[in-house]
């Protein structure tokens, strides 16, 4: 990676400025370093970093101002000269040859625990591009959305990718969130794990999809979608009820092999969904914050829902989501701390 971004620098430089420009690995290398510890020490201004008074001795001593601003000024991630071309196929061509690096040695380089969160990422951003969205609600207006799979123990990135708008690659028919967490699990299923979801991701057809490549999911579920059962949607509960629905799959193999098909049917049931709903959950501690309206929690590694003894009377299935969903958030919040 260091070394392509050193090629498209020169390459940039010598086309744009002068013939002799040149970057050192090292160098590029010391470049980096000093962006990270602009992060860490959280000076606002860069001029600021090598003044007498405010400047860091480490980066003073590293390299010049001048220097840092010159390698910044001709910094590239590919090969401009044929960007147009790769453009027409991929609108991530400025950068996506590192991208797919960085997202390839994510997955290569740390082996996750039994839980992985998946959630959005909204890396806020004032450049031009087709996919840069503007939502109003958040505090940063202008934003590129990310799809982040992280491992729950460590907050690592386990795998990432950037939302660049309507996929043409997607099968026709299949919802944009399914495709999301089946494309980030992939390098992970078939282990035993557990992905936690928000109401944007889970479904019954993502549930099923996972439990096919012996994959768990917990996750809340939207009230309106049509996969909650009718007599789940009473609004007459007492406070700290709790309701449990079950949808019933059979799980079978054929002639041994490793294919796994999995059907909607009524015969003896070997694997159970349940969908635990709970009332006014504005008395329950954790992540869903402050509301009157009833949350359900959609889960295929419980076979059974038992709640707490104390007076919130908290089902296992919302206990655990409130600690297992946090992965990306505290990823989040990690990259806005030390930001440059």
Not at 286 to 297: I, L, P
């Amino acid at each position: 990676m260091l070394r392509n971004i050193q090629e498209w620098s020169i390459q940039h430089a010598q086309q744009t400025e002068h013939a002799h420009w040149f970057m050192a690995l090292p160098e590029l290398m010391a470049f980096i370093a000093i962006v990270i510890l602009r992060g860490l020490t959280k000076v606002l201004s860069l001029c600021d970093c090598w003044s007498a008074n405010l400047g860091n001795p480490q980066i003073i001593e590293t390299m010049p101002r001048n220097r840092f601003q010159d390698i910044m000024r001709h910094l590239r991630f590919d090969d401009r000269s044929t960007r147009s071309d790769r453009a027409k196929t991929d609108m991530f061509a400025a950068i996506s040859s590192v991208w797919g690096s960085f997202v390839t040695n994510c997955i290569t380089s740390y082996n996750p625990g039994l839980h992985i969160t998946v959630d959005e990422q909204l890396f806020p951003s004032k450049t031009r591009c087709c996919f840069l969205q503007y939502i109003a609600t958040k505090p940063d207006k202008f934003v590129i959305k990310f799809w982040v799979a992280c491992d729950l123990k460590s907050k690592y990135i386990c795998n990432v990718l950037p939302h660049l708008g309507k996929d043409p690659s997607r099968p026709s028919g299949e919802r944009l969130s399914e495709n999301v967490v089946m494309r980030l699990m992939e390098p992970f299923l078939d282990k035993g794990r557990n992905v936690s979801t928000d109401n944007f991701f889970t479904s019954l057809t993502i549930a099923q999809k996972l439990l096919s490549r012996k994959t768990t999911i917990l996750g809340t579920v939207n009230k309106i979608c049509q996969e909650i059962p009718q007599s789940a949607r009473q609004t007459d509960r007492s406070e700290f009820t709790t309701q449990v629905c079950f949808w019933s799959f059979v799980v079978f193999r054929i002639n041994s092999s490793k294919c796994v098909i999995v059907c909607k049917s009524a015969m003896k049931i070997t694997i159970s969904y349940l969908l635990g709903v709970f009332n006014h959950c504005c008395h329950t501690d954790g992540v869903f914050g402050q509301t009157e309206e009833d949350v359900y929690v959609l889960s295929s590694m419980h076979s059974m829902v038992q709640t707490d003894n104390t007076t919130k009377r908290k089902p296992n299935t919302v206990t655990l989501y409130n600690t297992t969903k946090c992965g990306v958030d505290v990823m989040d919040q990690m990259v806005r701390e030390y930001t440059d």
